[in-house]
């Protein structure tokens, strides 16, 4: 959801980004601790006009670098303990850790989980201690850290809140896992309770809107929304992978891939292949060698009357642009690019060769079928 962004820079290793909605926030923190923050202390009654922005800015900056911190310190954790990060991503509530594999026991996914709020606190920490060192002195310095202090503390409180898929919901789930040695149940679980507090904060949100207080109540409400469905999803992601996993890409794909020539114009391929055969999609090959495929959604790309021109190598979608997988490849990743990339079909290759095709259809007939069975 919050996947895309501009990178800025990487940090050992680890691509960061910023989301555009990270705009508004950072605009509307510097502007709220300028205007309205700051202002409000007596003790930082007489700092010049130009003093609130500079330090209001500052202190943002640094937040999100208190942010940054907590979201590197998971990422830290997870790739020492061999799993992969893609990106760190900013956006208005947050960061985000893109991690592309689960953890692989409940141990490294408590580790990775209380890694990031600890930061939080350790972070909080130090901001007051400097706030007490310097709130006689240096007040601009103290009027920064003072307010560093409390948001880090809260960061680290609101995410140990033990809601699936927050941190304090992954320390629940790693502790349920330890003890069950069942993912998929500790999991399920852990998101039901995430999805609890996601329409807590929903209702929360919606009475804070009727007393008025709109900007919190309408935060509520989304942050609510985007926790309930991360929940849901998350569970739904994790009872899927448990299926397929230890199954093979060889079990469900389809070897009617029928070849035909790059030569062979669209209107021979319509008439004498896709009407005759009733099959949709063809793989492109010159002298046994793999080039591309064709689908009927390709054909019905390309105006009727250009039909008896087009040749089926023009509009076929080539072999090198195309996501592959190998018979021997585990299901849960076919899973994963099908939904990720929204694709309908991969093919599978062998040396080269397009030996079959797996189906979006069957592969979600081998879960129904499962899933219902209870296997
Ligand atoms: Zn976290």
Redesign the pocket.
Known sequence: MFSGGIPIGRFFGITVKLHWSWFIIFAWLTWMLATEFFPSFEDYQDWRPATYWIIGLVTSILFFASVLA?EMA?SLVAKAAGLKVSAITLFIFGGVSQLTEEPKSPGSEFRMAVA??GTSLVIGGACWGIFFATRHSVSPVAGMTLWLGYINVALAAF?MIPGFPL?GGRVLRSVLWWRSRNLRKSTRIASVIGRGFGYAFIFGGIALVFIEVYLLGLSLVIIGWILENAAAGSYRQVALRDLLQGHKVSEVMTQDCMAVPPALTVEQLVNDHILVSGRRCYSVADYGRALGLVTAHDVKAVERKLWPVKTVREIMTPIDKMRQVRPDDDLSSVMYLIMEKNVNQVPVLQDSNIVGMVWRDSLLTFVHLRSELGI
């Open positions: 907590h998971h990031g709020p995410n941190d």
